[in-house]
């Protein structure tokens, strides 16, 4: 059998820490891959600064779409993706997570008619109002391959009526970064350069959901300043909550706001911290991962399993932020979920060659 050929597409920054361990499983069994950036983000601190901290090369192409309304984002990618994909023919597309690049490219993978893979399958918030949700259910609907990151991603989709062949079990790849990313991070020195210590709260807000609703982001506003009148408080914030704080004219008083930093600085920042306030995906599950209190400032999360098995909890009312963090403790001792081992990345590659290897046969009988 000839040596397989993936496509990788990614887009946006929480996609990055994604590809990175499957990209590198892959290269470790000689797999051809092409890497496609659809420049949904391209700030370096959002983008190019993730490849460096992750070993990650360059991508082979950037399709530049750049920021607008969700139509237009979607489109762009789809209109600049179709002769890539055409012209590449992969035996698999591999989609990563719920952004606008994944749902778009799922749309025109599926229309060419090629293997589409989906890591990160199987999540859902059932809150329709996230742009997150939708993406999620439209690229599983479409996916040849679901790729889980904990069992009860596995029952959602044989509950929506997938195919239980199509469903894998490989873990969250997104603690693979973590286990490869950890010591560099914590010897970057960036907490005691910044000035963080034990005390410190990390904080990161971009959801529309809590910064496009003036009133609600100046409620979460107003605890992060009394949280941080009590510790330090550092909050690198996203380009779309800088423009929102600036619209409302928010005072952030005592709160360390910095720009957005790197992998390895985040990492060394949550890894240290007291607790992290957030309405982020990925840091409900590398808080989990590294025993790290989370209070999420949402109303649901995709991501049950940091909540039953891991130190998440969601904190819906901003009025209850300033007592959660004040309750919050580390757990004495814990257990990172099944499957959040660091070789989830490996159990992709597996899963992509064996599902390959049936559907090539089942080519040759027909
Ligand atoms: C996107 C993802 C979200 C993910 C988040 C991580 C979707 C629907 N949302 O949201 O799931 O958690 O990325 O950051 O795909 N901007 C810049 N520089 C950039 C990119 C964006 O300044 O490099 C600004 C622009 O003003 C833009 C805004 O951020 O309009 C929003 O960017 P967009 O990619 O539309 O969504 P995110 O909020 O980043």
Redesign the pocket.
């Known amino acids: 059998m000839t040596a397989l050929k993936l496509l990788h597409v990614v887009g ?3 996609n990055f820490p994604k590809l990175a361990p499957v990209h590198r499983a892959a290269a470790a069994r000689g797999l051809e891959q092409f890497v496609l950036h659809t420049g ?4 370096d601190s ?2 190019a600064a993730f490849f460096r901290d992750l070993g990650i090369s360059e991508p082979d192409v950037n399709l530049a779409v750049g ?1 607008g309304t ?1 139509a237009v ?1 979607t489109a762009r990618i789809m209109e600049r993706i179709e002769p890539v994909l055409a012209e590449q023919r992969p035996d698999w597309v591999v989609v990563y997570g ?4 994944t749902a778009a490219t799922s749309l025109v993978a599926a229309k060419l008619g090629l293997p589409l893979a989906h890591v990160e399958a199987g999540l859902r918030s059932y809150d329709r109002s996230m ?2 949700e939708i ?1 999620r259910m439209v690229t599983d609907r479409l996916a040849d391959l679901l790729l889980t990151p904990s069992p009860d991603a596995d029952e959602t989709l044989r509950r929506e009526g997938e195919p239980e062949s199509e469903i894998v079990f490989v873990g969250n790849v997104m603690i693979d970064s973590l286990h490869f990313a950890l010591a560099a991070a914590r010897q970057s020195g960036f907490r005691s350069k910044i000035g963080a210590d034990d005390c410190t709260i990390v904080v990161t807000l ?1 959801r529309p959901s809590n910064v496009d609703d003036p009133r609600r982001l100046l409620e979460i506003v107003s605890a992060l300043r009394e949280i941080a009148e009590e510790r330090p408080v550092v909050f690198p914030i ?3 909550t800088e ?1 929102r704080l600036r619209d409302a004219g928010a005072c952030l008083g005592r709160v360390h706001v910095l720009q957005p930093i790197a992998y390895l600085e985040m990492l060394d920042l949550v890894a240290g911290a007291a607790a992290v306030v957030t309405d ?2 990925g840091l409900q599950e590398e808080t989990t991962a590294l025993g790290v209190p989370c209070l999420t400032v949402r109303e649901n999360t995709e991501r049950p399993i940091t909540v039953t098995e891991g130190t998440n909890r969601l904190v819906p009312d901003p009025r209850e932020l300033v007592a959660a963090v004040r309750a919050a403790r580390r757990p004495e001792t814990w257990a990172a979920p099944a499957g959040w081992d660091g070789r989830a990345g490996e159990r992709v590659v597996d899963a992509l060659l064996a599902r390959a290897r049936v559907v090539g046969e089942r080519s040759l009988t027909q």
Not at 40 to 43: L, T
Not at 98 to 101: G, Y
């Open positions: 946006a920054r929480p949904q983000h391209y700030d959002l983008s920021s969700h984002q719920d952004v606008n690049s742009p997150e993406n971009h996203h380009p779309r423009q982020s995906g």
